[in-house]
């Protein structure tokens, strides 16, 4: 079965497709590009720009041109914060909040069925659990996400609401992904997180500290 991905907004969105499609092809499913015919499109969402419906529907409406009968997935911020707006959108058939996306593959054998979109979220107080993703496959570049979520509750601004708190990978995940990376191929890595300055272990670890650990490694540049 071929799926496509097309990611919106910043590169912590890139490096979570990445690793959902990615894991996508290791349970059998063929990634095409988003502007190839595929059975199944997926659209990772941002909460940022005000235009997310917009781009929603001339996406949606994109990809039926290139295969009618193909089955889109809504999933990522704007999913999580607009469920039922995204639902009234022609063509949708699965919307995957932030914590859901990453069990795309649990939901994806019951859009073959549905006949109205299906919502799939949790409320915001319990996006708590730190999820980690990194890209690869792609270049010899990965984003790797250490941080996820917001304690800031800016004006006009969306993402405590559509990521919630924030919270962190552990130093040691970390370190072994980068060594990991770095065996497969990967030149470089980008370290990527909501807010990266609020980086915070259980362990009360801070930026700083991981920062110290990753200096360790060798033969690999490490970016902010």
């Known amino acids: ?3 496509a991905f097309h990611t ?35 659209i990772n969402t941002c909460s940022v720009t005000e235009n997310a ?13 290139i295969n009618p009968s193909a089955k889109t997935v809504i999933m990522g911020c704007y999913a999580q914060l607009k469920p039922s ?16 996306k990453f069990k795309l593959h649990q939901y994806i054998n019951e859009i ?8 799939i979220t949790k409320d915001v107080n319990e996006l708590n659990s730190f999820k ?3 890209s690869f496959g792609t270049r010899t570049r990965s984003f790797l996400k250490v941080q996820d979520g917001c304690n800031y509750k800016c004006t006009f601004c969306t993402i405590p609401l559509a990521r919630g708190k924030s919270r962190s990978d552990t130093i040691q995940n970390v370190v072994d992904k980068i060594k990991k990376l770095k065996q497969d191929g990967i030149k470089e890595i980008v370290l990527t ?8 272990t259980t362990e009360k670890e801070t930026f700083l500290d991981l920062l110290k650990e990753i200096d360790e490694i060798k033969n690999i540049r490490v970016r902010i």
Request: hydrophobic share 35%; proline share 2%.
């Open 1 to 3: 079965m071929n799926i």
């Open 8 to 42: 919106l907004g910043c590169k912590l969105n890139f490096s979570e497709t990445s690793f959902i499609a990615n894991n996508m092809q290791s349970l059998g499913f063929n990634k095409v590009p988003f502007d190839h015919s595929a059975d199944i499109y997926v």
């Open 53 to 65: 419906n917009k781009e929603c529907q001339y996406l949606i409406r994109k990809v039926l041109s």
């Open 85 to 100: 707006e995204i639902a009234k959108i022609e063509g949708v058939d699965l919307i995957l909040g932030n914590n859901e």
């Open 112 to 119: 073959q069925q549905n006949t109205t979109p299906k919502v």
């Open 132 to 134: 980690s993703s990194f």
């Open 193 to 200: 997180g909501i807010n990266l300055g609020d980086f915070k």
